[in-house]
T-cell receptor
Framework: NAGVTQTPKFQVLKTGQSMTLQCAQD?????MYWYRQDPGMGLRLIYY???????DKGEVPNGYNVSRLNKREFSLRLESAAPSQTSVYFC??????????FGPGTRLTVL | QKEVEQDPGPLSVPEGAIVSLNCTYS??????FMWYRQYSRKGPELLMY????GNKEDGRFTAQVDKSSKYISLFIRDSQPSDSATYLC??????????????FGKGTKLSVKP
């Protein structure tokens, strides 16, 4: 039982490049989330998916898109990366919307 | 006013000390309260979960919720160097919509010195 897994662990992009962050969970959770964590800002919700087939914007959705591929997988896409998107990205999942279980994170640097 | 306020620290204590970590909040609809522990360069892990007011104890950890004061606390007894981490409070008030999402404090960085 791996819990929540994320790939890649690290990534360096140049401004304007695109990339997709992958997340998968094996806990049969309905809800999945993408956060970014920046020094002094705490965890901020980018997008979430309350159930398979639905996605909604969180606090900071601009510059990102998401896909809930199936119940297990939830991906985050940066279409045109900007230096302001340099951050640590965490995926999480939960059975409802209270207790969430987090992945190990992806450290992204945009030059 | 931020929905959840948490002193970022850093907080440094000697091994064996009792640690008190706190959060205040403004939304009276919050009724589920959590504490997460995050080690350096790792994801947050759930430490304690409490519904509504009262205390909950798990080993050396005690979580307290005072809804009348909109104040939650995490106490760590006999603190150990392995407790050195950032502690994040989180809370939500489930109403079936986006308001059910977790709201996090910014975290308090704790260092326990041997």
């Amino acid at each position: 039982n791996a819990g929540v897994t994320q790939t890649p662990k690290f990534q360096v992009l140049k401004t304007g490049q695109s990339m997709t962050l992958q997340c998968a969970q094996d806990m049969n959770h309905n809800s999945m989330y993408w956060y970014r964590q920046d020094p002094g800002m705490g965890l901020r919700l980018i997008y979430y998916s309350a159930s398979e087939g639905t996605t909604d914007k969180g606090e900071v959705p601009n510059g990102y898109n998401v896909s809930r591929l199936n119940k297990r997988e939830f991906s985050l896409r940066l279409e045109s990366a900007a230096p302001s998107q340099t951050s640590v990205y965490f995926c999480a999942s939960s059975t409802s919307t209270d207790t969430q279980y987090f992945g190990p994170g992806t450290r992204l640097t945009v030059l | 006013q931020k929905e959840v306020e948490q002193d970022p620290g850093p907080l440094s204590v000697p091994e064996g000390a009792i640690v008190s970590l706190n959060c205040t909040y403004s939304n009276s609809a919050f009724q589920y309260f959590m504490w997460y522990r995050q080690y350096s360069r790792k994801g947050p892990e759930l430490l304690m979960y409490t519904y509504s007011s009262g205390n909950k104890e798990d080993g050396r950890f005690t979580a307290q919720v005072d809804k009348s004061s909109k104040y939650i606390s995490l106490f760590i007894r006999d603190s150990q160097p392995s407790d050195s981490a950032t502690y994040l409070c989180a809370m939500t008030g489930w109403d079936g919509g986006s308001q059910g999402n977790l709201i996090f404090g910014k975290g308090t960085k704790l260092s326990v010195k041997p």
